[in-house]
């Protein structure tokens, strides 16, 4: 079973803002990505770790996959239980779409940032930012 966890992180909101994945096969770190993404919101930086995730999953040829992130609005969003409303937030909702169809079977679920693997994510993307900043 392959998992992936994002996360995304703005300091002001917008401000300095940093994404992350990790990519998780049976518990296991296969792969982990973090980088900075200029000033954006908290939520930009949520879509954007999903979106480069995805992209790393279909690039590795993966075709199931749970996506797991702490942000009940983007998930919630994303499973049409929210609507989107931001022009921005659209955009990334759209390519998020766009990408899932590659899959056969994607599913998205909300975890607290308590999660083993969010807790990295969020460590490692907080870390890129305090880099960014000093």
Do not use: H
């Amino acid at each position: 079973m392959i998992e992936m966890y994002t996360d995304g992180a703005s300091r002001g909101n917008p401000g300095p803002a940093a994404s992350g994945y990790l990519i998780a096969e049976n518990k296991q770190i296969k792969f982990e990505k973090y980088w900075t993404i200029g000033k954006s919101t908290n939520n930009v930086a949520e879509y954007s770790a999903l979106i480069k995730g995805l992209s790393k999953l279909i690039s590795l040829g993966v075709k199931e996959v749970t996506c797991y992130s702490d942000s009940q609005l983007m998930i919630n969003q994303i499973n049409g239980e929210y609507k989107v409303k931001n022009k921005k937030l659209k955009e990334l909702f759209k390519k998020v779409k766009e990408l899932s169809s590659n899959f056969q079977q994607i599913k998205f679920t909300y975890v607290s940032r308590n999660n083993e693997f969010i807790s990295i994510v969020d460590k490692k993307i907080n870390e890129a930012l305090d880099e960014k900043l000093n």
